[in-house]
């Protein structure tokens, strides 16, 4: 082959390899996720005495799972509800920025509905469920988190321990819309449960973490109507990125609000052993059941992002 063919050969290859590059439409390094949900109309223990509540839910808990992907990935959301429900239902993503007429809205039982996004960009974002009327089906328990890491795992300290807190108000009378729009709540939920990390109370449990560790929390606060301010007794929180995006970067906090719909990272080094309650700091709140109690001793072991959801009692 003579050289002019030659270079022209390696011209067209470069050009090919340019085209094609400049036609994907996601990053190389990008993954595609299939999330499936279904909205679940179902009891669902919210105390450690065992009582139940007529809940409404994604995939049977509350809070819904938990959703982690990295920033620049595309999510691929299917959402069913099931013939045997009784309501319309809906998801909407936070995490997402896409049209909310065609993508959110509520569809009948025995339908379903997909849509797709990008989740362009990095931190820890609610979801929930926007069927009318949206406050009850909050208040139900119709919402989760969604994590979006970084892609430049760097773009912050590495964790060794991670949580996921939702806070949430509850309404003892799942029927009465009213008392949700006049925020006569009874409790304030951690993880779906009144005290659900407080080792003194019956079927409690706590978070655990070891000596200076960094432990990270990934909070949402579901609402529907409360802030939260959330707060470490005994500690101080060593950094908070607001939405949880890294370049949001707080230090040496004592207390951050967190507004009903919204989301923060929490990163608390803890210096000694000993117990170390995470409250929101309205106290109505905490002394209504948003207490979890961190404890931090040498053998802590590895623990779920979401410790006890679903809250499984022991046997009597
Ligand atoms: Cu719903």
């Known amino acids: 082959m003579p050289a002019s063919e030659r270079v022209f050969g390696l011209f067209a290859v470069l050009t090919g ?47 819904g799972p938990v959703v982690r992907v990295t920033e620049g990935d595309t999510i691929n959301f299917t ?5 045997t429900n009784k309501n319309p239902h809906a998801m909407d993503f936070h995490a997402a920025e896409i049209d909310f007429l065609k993508n959110y809205r509520a569809i009948n039982a025995g339908e379903t509905i997909s ?24 208040a139900r328990g119709m919402f989760g988190a969604i994590i979006v890491d970084p892609k430049n795992a760097k773009a912050w300290a590495k964790a060794d321990r991670e949580y996921v807190l939702v806070q949430s108000e509850f309404f003892k009378n799942p029927d009465d819309v009213q008392a949700m729009f006049d925020r006569k709540y009874d409790n304030v939920l951690f993880n779906g449960g009144i005290f659900k990390y407080h080792p003194f109370v ?24 409360e802030f939260s301010s959330f707060h470490p007794i005994g500690e101080i929180w060593d950094n908070v990125y607001e939405s949880g995006n890294p370049t949001n970067k707080l230090n040496g906090v004592q207390t951050y609000v967190v507004g009903p719909g919204s989301a923060a990272t929490f990163d ?3 210096e000694s052993a000993g117990a170390y309650p995470l409250v929101t ?36």
């Open 17 to 63: 390899l340019l085209a094609g590059s400049l036609v994907l439409s996601a990053p190389t390094w990008a993954k595609t996720h299939d999330v499936a949900m279904t909205a679940v109309e179902t009891d669902v223990v919210i105390e450690g005495n065992g009582e139940k509540y007529a809940a409404w839910t994604f995939n049977g808990t509350i809070p």
């Open 79 to 83: 959402l069913t509800n099931p013939a």
């Open 115 to 138: 849509f797709k996004f990008v989740a362009k960009k990095p931190g820890i974002f609610f979801y929930h469920c926007g069927a009318p009327p949206m406050i009850q089906h909050v």
């Open 202 to 225: 019956t079927g409690g449990g706590k978070l655990d973490a070891k000596p200076g560790e960094r432990v990270r929390i990934y909070f949402v606060n579901a609402g529907p109507n």
């Open 268 to 270: 608390v080094v803890v």
């Open 281 to 316: 700091h309205s106290l109505t709140g905490a002394l209504r059941g948003a207490i979890a109690v961190l404890l931090v001793g040498p053998d802590a072991k590895p623990a779920p992002l979401m410790p006890m959801v679903p809250w499984v009692l022991p046997a009597k």
